[in-house]
């Protein structure tokens, strides 16, 4: 049976503007190239996880306007399960400027109306769940959602990035949390990452943790072992979308019965092959093609 991950919180419509390079004063700078395309945490997460095999349900909010039926539409193209999108009567649909650079670092400003994330979804949204895997922008969701899985004895994954939320009381209810770096020492403090993950694991020694590090790999500590995973080493052409890539990965991996370890390098493979395309859904890789670079990769 294909393994359900629900996945939690924001979907964004991205104008993604290569540009040669990163704005970095108050001036006027041109694009090589634009492009519209889906984005988001939750929804990148889950379109991760139907091209690679998996079933996707997406629980989040679109408002009645454009973006929201362009970003309804590439959901649907891509596979999603959209019954737990919601469209509420008032807000408008979150929105972002994306500029890339020629070595593929990203810039990214967002927009997100608070009046459309108001509320909790229906318990019904995360029914056959085998995994829930939840971002910080849309908090009384993610708490739902990981409570419902934790209960359930499923895996309840956490995105903890930075954003404005505050979400450190959500970690308890995570069986896995996996922090960007920033996100990992703004929380633990320091610049060291065993440090940090020794720190937060001693206040939560019942949640698995690991920190993403780029072209460094992964880092993790769970249930007093740690270990590392190396990234796949690829020619980055855009990074936009490559962590949510990892955790929408990662949660499927966990919720097929792979160890965490397993499921980290399962999720920096598909990461690595994400980057290596111009952000699209085309840019989203197959199950075939991870289990092929990871074949290549003892």
């Known amino acids: 049976m294909t393994a359900l991950v629900v996945c939690v919180g924001i979907v964004v419509l991205d104008e993604v503007f290569e540009v040669a390079v990163l704005p970095h004063a108050a001036s006027k700078y041109a694009a090589i190239s ?35 039926q362009r970003l309804r539409a590439v959901l649907d193209d891509a596979g999603v399960d959209c019954s737990g999108l919601q469209t509420p009567a008032s807000g408008v649909t ?11 670092e990203r810039m990214l400003v967002n927009h997100k109306d608070p009046a459309l994330f108001e509320g909790t979804p229906k318990a019904s949204c995360f029914a056959g769940a085998a995994a829930v895997m939840c971002d910080l922008r849309w ?23 930075l954003a404005p939320e505050q979400a450190a009381d959500m970690i308890p209810l995570a069986s896995h949390v996996i922090f960007s770096e920033g996100a990992l020492f703004d929380l633990a403090g320091g610049e060291h990452r065993r440090a940090a993950l020794e720190d937060v694991a001693k206040r939560y020694p019942s949640v698995a943790f690991a920190v993403t590090a780029g072209p460094e790999g992964a880092f993790w500590i769970a249930a007093g072992c740690n270990g590392h995973v190396p990234a796949v080493p690829v020619r980055a ?15 499927l991996g966990l919720a097929e019965g792979l160890s965490f370890p397993e499921a980290l390098r399962f999720a920096s493979a598909a990461a690595a092959l994400k980057v290596s395309q111009p952000s699209g859904l085309d840019a989203f890789p197959t199950r075939s093609e991870v289990e092929q670079i990871m074949e290549s990769r003892p």
Not at 152 to 158: N, T
Not at 237 to 247: I, K, P, Q, R, S
């Open 94 to 104: 979150s929105t972002s400027a994306v500029f890339v650079d020629p070595q593929g």
């Open 139 to 161: 908090p009384e969701a993610a708490r739902l959602g990981l409570a419902t899985a934790t209960k359930a004895g499923l895996p309840a994954v956490l995105d903890y990035d």
């Open 237 to 251: 052409v855009d990074t936009l979308g490559a962590g949510d890539v990892f955790h929408g990965a990662a949660a």
């Open 34 to 68: 634009r492009r519209e395309v889906a984005g988001g945490i939750a929804a990148n997460a889950a379109m991760a996880v139907a091209r690679l095999g998996g079933a996707a349900r997406l629980v989040s909010r679109v408002a009645k306007d454009t973006a929201g």
